[in-house]
């Protein structure tokens, strides 16, 4: 067994899950550009009960978009965001992308439409592709479509389901998946977590909804 510390817990995998797995190093990396930026890149913290920062409880599918752009900065660059180590800033990222790309008021819901716009349109990324079944995309398609090359997905997942408590859907960003695990970012405390491949399965929204990015 070896021991990965990430978002200031150890997880515990077997060797054979991550060993030879390209999607493996995207992981580990968004966990990288995580830690750097001190879990700024959340819906929540202390003393967001009240005041502006209120408006970023509602930013999941924002925050999971910027989360990836942090990644892809770390892991092209070899710097994370310089807009990721402030959460006024960050605050500010999302006020101003919900007003001047999305035009709608702070904290409506997001759509993966808005992400592809946000992706495509401000930030003049190569890659930000609808995934759902409509297209015939799959667990599978994810992996070998996306994942291993080098995509991030922003997956919409359905309320209620085990990876999801709350009353509406919500967005996260997964950056590895095998044939028994998912490893993702959970914009809604800023951590990278692990699950099954069943449970992610069970609480994927069943239209397999979700967009897939890279710059």
Not at 27 to 56: D, P, W
Not at 86 to 99: A, N, R, T
Not at 116 to 124: D, H, I, M, S, Y
Not at 135 to 156: A, F, H, W
Request: aromatic share 12%; with cysteine.
């Amino acid at each position: 067994m070896k021991k990965v510390l990430l978002s200031g817990f150890i997880l515990i995998f077997s060797t054979s899950v991550f060993a030879g797995n390209m999607n493996s190093k995207m992981f580990n990396i968004f966990g990288s550009s995580v830690s750097k930026a001190n879990h700024n890149l959340t819906q929540t913290y202390i003393g967001q009960s009240t005041g502006s920062l209120q408006k970023l409880r509602n930013s999941c599918g924002t925050m999971a978009t910027l989360a990836a752009h942090n990644y892809f900065n770390l892991n092209n660059y070899g710097e994370v965001d310089e807009f990721a180590k402030d959460k006024s800033v960050i605050e500010g990222k999302i006020v101003d992308i919900f007003l001047n790309t999305y035009y709608r008021e702070v904290g409506d819901i997001q759509s993966g439409s808005d992400i592809k716009n946000l992706v495509l349109n401000r930030w003049g990324w190569g890659t930000a592709k609808i995934r759902s079944t409509t297209y015939d995309y799959d667990y599978n398609t994810m992996i070998e479509s996306d994942l291993k090359n080098g995509r991030i997905v922003i997956v919409l997942l359905k309320n209620g389901s085990a990876l999801n408590k709350a009353s509406i859907d919500h967005f996260i960003a997964v950056s590895y998946a095998s044939d028994s695990q998912v490893g993702y970012f959970d914009p809604w405390d800023g951590n990278m977590k692990v699950t099954t491949k069943q449970q992610f399965l069970n609480s994927w929204v069943a239209t397999n909804y979700g967009v897939a990015i890279a710059p």
